[in-house]
């Protein structure tokens, strides 16, 4: 059993922290510090569930010494079985809570509460490839529902005969990109495609991208060197779209930090008849793609220094296997199987998610020797 002084020391070092972080979230000059004070305010979060937990070991360990006190000095044979089982009671508890704690203590990525956008794009395997992403993204939008969460399709090109060669999305709620990061990666599916006359399996891909949406003061952006040009979209949705210019397609000069050369950047938006509402849009993807490349080096860092199990952001590893045959998925990263793959592909992958959650937390306990 860990020793309980240095789990009490470590929360009583962060008390004093709390009620700083308490007082400078009500002092206006931090207030009218955007940038700061939403980073206090996330910490005082945390930093409240870490003092609530506290709380309650503190609770938990008096209930044991008050306990043991009886035990050894009362002679009633009725307080003396009380105590055994508030005794047992508190000492089952004890060692959940340390893992409470342990994990409250391993420090968040400041990412994890933020909105995401995500890309799934057709791989290897033509049109079956196409249908298996348009499965994918069917799984996180049923997922999505039952979470309450909102996802808005971005930009879309279909496949030739069915689902997408590409889908792009904005998905926002509550903590997404800690939810969803961990589905970064290649997907594989084994089936026998409906597009094969033969009856033989095929092994297709798709790629799944999750970026966390950028906060707009996190990225420098002059929005006066946005050049923005408006056209008719072309599709389904009856007369409007063929008489009201409401696609927007905005061109961006940006600077690479790496390389220090000026890039264009391109992104066209066509996902609503207003046309504001596509500005707006196109505006957020921009903000987003441009936080990406220019975290990427960061996001690189902390890959190669946490080597974690899960969430390394490596795009070209195959985390994932969808067997229909044996109607099961597997995650190659930790080894987890379902044997619901109807389930899995309804929006079902929480047990998946929450298993990849506990490997992480896992690997971090173990970096931060807790």
Known sequence: MPDNNSILQKLDGLEARFEEVSTLITDPSVIADQ?????????????SDVMEARKRYITCLNSIKEAKDILANESDPDMKEMAREELSANEELQPKLEEEIKIALVPKDPEDAKNVQMEIRAGAGGDEAALFAGDLFNMYKKYCDKKGWNLSITSVSEGAVGGFKEID???????VYGVLKYESGVHRVQRVPATETQGRMHTSAATVAVLPEADKFE?????????????????????NVNKVESGVRLRYPWKNPNTGEVEEILIECTETRDQPKNKERALSRLYTF?????????????ASRRKSLVSTGDRSAKIRTYNFPQGRVTDHRIGYTTHDLNGFLNGDIQDMIDALTVAENAEKLKESEL
């Open 169 to 175: 999305c904005a998905i926002s709620g509550e903590g």
């Open 219 to 239: 990225v420098n952006i002059n929005e006066g060197d946005i050049k923005w040009d408006t056209f008719r979209s072309s599709g389904a949705g009856g007369q």
């Open 290 to 302: 441009i936080h990406d490349r220019e975290h990427q080096k960061y996001v690189d860092d902390i």
């Open 35 to 47: 940038q700061r004070y939403v980073k206090l305010t996330r910490e005082y979060k945390e930093l």
